[in-house]
């Protein structure tokens, strides 16, 4: 059983940056897939970006891509998502997840077997 503990959510202004961070409790974290998801009061809880086991590939939201980075330190059983040029539409509740394997439903949360507990970022126009 994989434990995910997410961090570093916050109120931010409009433009302004943010870095989650998640830990696994597995020193098998190195071999899955990781992905941050969030979810807004009323909507379904959406993809946001994923990263493979090792780093080299990565996928992201189109409303994010360009704003958001995902990264890894297996070292570290981590995995950060860095937040820029946030908007008041990234309020959400964010949650890290972890899951086998690298295919195109990277993007589902059927995909995902592990779940962090979620951290709140909130935008503020």
């Known amino acids: 059983q994989v434990q995910l503990v997410e961090s570093g959510g916050g109120l931010v202004q409009a433009g302004g940056s943010l870095r989650l961070s998640c830990t696994a409790s597995e020193r098998t974290f190195s071999s899955y897939k990781m992905g941050w998801f969030r979810q807004a009061p009323g909507k379904e809880r959406e993809f946001v970006a994923a990263i493979n086991w090792s780093g080299g590939s990565t996928k992201y939201a189109d409303s994010v891509k360009g704003r958001f980075t995902i990264s890894r330190d297996n070292a570290k059983n981590t995995v950060y998502l860095q937040m820029n040029s946030l908007k008041p539409e990234d309020t959400a509740v964010y949650y890290c997840?972890?899951?086998?394997?690298?295919?195109?439903?990277?993007?589902?949360?059927?995909?995902?077997?592990?779940w962090g507990q979620g951290t709140q970022v909130t935008v503020s126009s």
């Open positions: 997840a972890a899951g086998g394997g690298w295919t195109i439903l990277v993007v589902t949360t059927a995909s995902y077997n592990y």
